[in-house]
């Protein structure tokens, strides 16, 4: 089993920023991604961006230069710099662990609200 700690998120204004963090705790295998999605009202889950633990990056494709991915493989968390955010980046956040171990795993979600 693994388990998924979210932190970050909330109500901001267009233009303002927020971070966000996920740590994963359990039966971790050494080889693994993790990866943050996101599912606004009404919408399917999409990937947003993903990296291993050798290091690779993924990004889907959509407005990079607003937003940095980090991962912390000592302490097996990622995290999600949001900067100049839009009305239109209002969405559920979720994290996801995968390996071929253990499997796939999902974070509880965490709400990004963005209105003036």
């Known amino acids: 089993q693994v388990q998924l700690v979210e932190s970050g998120g909330g109500l901001v204004q267009p233009g303002g920023s927020l971070s966000f963090s996920c740590a994963a705790s359990g039966c971790i295998f050494s080889i693994n991604s993790m990866a943050w999605y996101r599912q606004g009202s009404g919408k399917q889950r999409d990937f947003f961006a993903a990296?291993?633990?050798?290091?690779?990056?993924t990004y889907a494709d959509f407005e990079k230069c607003r937003f940095t991915f980090s991962r912390d493989n000592t302490k097996s968390a990622v995290y999600l710099q949001m900067n100049n955010l839009k009305p239109e980046d209002t969405a559920i956040y979720y994290c996801n662990y995968n390996d071929r171990t253990a499997g796939n795993y999902w974070g509880k979600g965490t709400l990004v609200f963005v209105s003036s």
């Open positions: 990296t291993t633990s050798a290091g690779g990056t």
